[in-house]
């Protein structure tokens, strides 16, 4: 089992640059790849980025590709979510996720799921 925890989220004006973090906890917690997935209003949930459990590989989707960026520290067993050039198609609820299938994008391919947080981008 493996828990996770975010933190970070809120409203932010269009342009600004916000951070999320997830913490996860559990049994051998450091061999799964953490991702982000978010929920915009009314939509289904879409992949954002994830980043394998030995920090070697990161993928994004298009959509926030050079605008977002995704760290881990190992040491702490967190990975972090930081977000740039926030537009107001950014506005959703973003879930940190934990899977063991290497290159997984889609929700059914990852394990474990944080509860999730607000993300506002006011025009």
Same mark, same amino acid.
């Given at each position: &089992? @493996?828990?996770?925890?975010? +933190?970070?989220?809120?409203? @932010? &004006?269009?342009?600004?640059?916000l951070n999320l973090?997830?913490?996860?906890? %559990?049994?051998?917690?450091?061999? !799964? ?14 992949? @954002?980025?994830? *980043? ?9 989707? =298009?959509? @926030?590709?050079?605008?977002?960026? *995704?760290?881990?520290? #190992? /040491?702490? #067993? /967190?990975? !972090?979510? &930081? ?5 107001? =198609?950014?506005?959703? $609820? !973003?879930?940190?996720?934990?899977? *063991? /299938?290497?290159?997984? /994008?889609?929700? %059914? ?6 509860? %999730?947080? &607000? $993300?506002? $981008? +006011?025009?």
């Amino acid at each position: &089992q @493996v828990q996770l925890v975010q +933190s970070g989220g809120g409203l @932010v &004006q269009a342009g600004d640059s916000l951070n999320l973090s997830c913490a996860a906890s %559990g049994r051998e917690a450091y061999r !799964y790849a953490l991702g982000w997935f978010r929920q915009p209003p009314g939509k289904e949930r879409e992949f @954002v980025g994830a *980043i394998s459990w030995d920090k070697r590989i990161t993928e994004y989707s =298009e959509s @926030v590709k050079g605008r977002f960026a *995704i760290f881990r520290d #190992n /040491t702490k #067993n /967190t990975a !972090y979510l &930081q977000m740039h050039g926030l537009e107001s =198609e950014d506005t959703a $609820v !973003y879930f940190c996720t934990a899977g *063991i /299938t290497p290159f997984a /994008t889609k929700p %059914g391919e990852y394990d474990y799921w944080a509860q %999730g947080t &607000q $993300v506002t $981008v +006011s025009s």
